[in-house]
């Protein structure tokens, strides 16, 4: 079945830690997107890409940085200069274009030790 | 980029249509309306989207005004499984991100 696969499901990172979190499509999606999802609010669009190598920074990039280096694949990663970490991260992927919905995965669950 | 009021919360008997509505007054002329759910720790689901005609799939019916001001979202038998938050969300003018509000949390009760 085609989707999007994110891992892990729940992950832990020490003060001053990078980590990364994955994300892959079989989708044959060209756009993709993290957003990060506080507790009782809505999601933030971080980073997005709708080509390999190339991506754009959201609204709230500081403390993120991405990479484009496959099609299928967009993983994040959360630098230790994001002082407020712990949230819900959510990738999506989208045909290009104004009126292609984007399909999300299940997200990852990131917690401060 | 247009914004969307919803309501915080609705209930809905079991069975019973659930009607959801939102208000994008500001929408401009090539911004899309769409619509997705999110069920408690789990990525949103993407549920239908429309621009000016009304839009029905396997899951809901979009009603969307004649001025394009405002919408509503039909789901036309609630079970207890549509219980999640549903966004109403116009698509920004470049098409390549989604601006999501609070939504409205749809209780469906038996």
């Known amino acids: 079945d085609g989707g999007i696969t994110q891992s892990p499901k729940y992950l832990f990172r020490k003060e001053g830690q990078n980590v990364t979190l994955s994300c892959e499509q079989n989708?044959?999606?060209?756009?993709m997107y993290w957003y990060r999802q506080d507790p009782g609010q809505g999601l933030r669009l971080i980073y997005y890409?709708?080509?390999?190598?190339?991506?754009q920074k959201g609204d709230i990039a500081e403390g993120y940085s991405v990479s484009r280096e496959k099609k299928e694949s967009f993983p994040l990663t959360v630098t230790s200069a994001q002082k407020n970490p712990t949230a819900f991260y959510l990738c999506?992927?989208?045909?290009?274009?104004?009126?292609?919905?984007?399909?999300f995965g299940d997200g990852t669950r990131l917690s401060i030790l | 980029d247009a914004k969307t009021t919803q309501p915080p919360s609705m209930d809905c008997a079991e069975g019973r249509a659930a009607n959801l509505p939102c208000n994008h007054s500001?929408?401009?002329?090539?911004?899309?309306v769409y619509w997705y759910r999110q069920i408690h720790s789990q990525g949103p689901q993407y549920i239908i989207h429309?621009?000016?005609n009304n839009e029905t799939n396997e899951m809901a019916s979009l009603i969307i005004t004649e001025d394009r001001k405002s919408s509503t979202l039909i789901l036309p038998h609630a079970t207890l499984r549509d219980t999640a938050v549903y966004y109403c969300?116009?698509?920004?003018?470049?098409?390549?991100?989604?601006?999501f509000g609070k939504g409205t949390t749809l209780s469906v009760s038996s």
């Open positions: 999506a992927s989208s045909s290009l274009g104004s009126n292609q919905p984007q399909h």
């Open positions: 969300i116009v698509s920004n003018q470049a098409g390549t991100a989604l601006i």
């Open positions: 429309g621009l000016k």
């Open positions: 890409s709708q080509i390999v190598n190339d991506f």
């Open positions: 989708l044959n999606h060209d756009a």
């Open positions: 500001t929408i401009s002329g090539n911004e899309y």
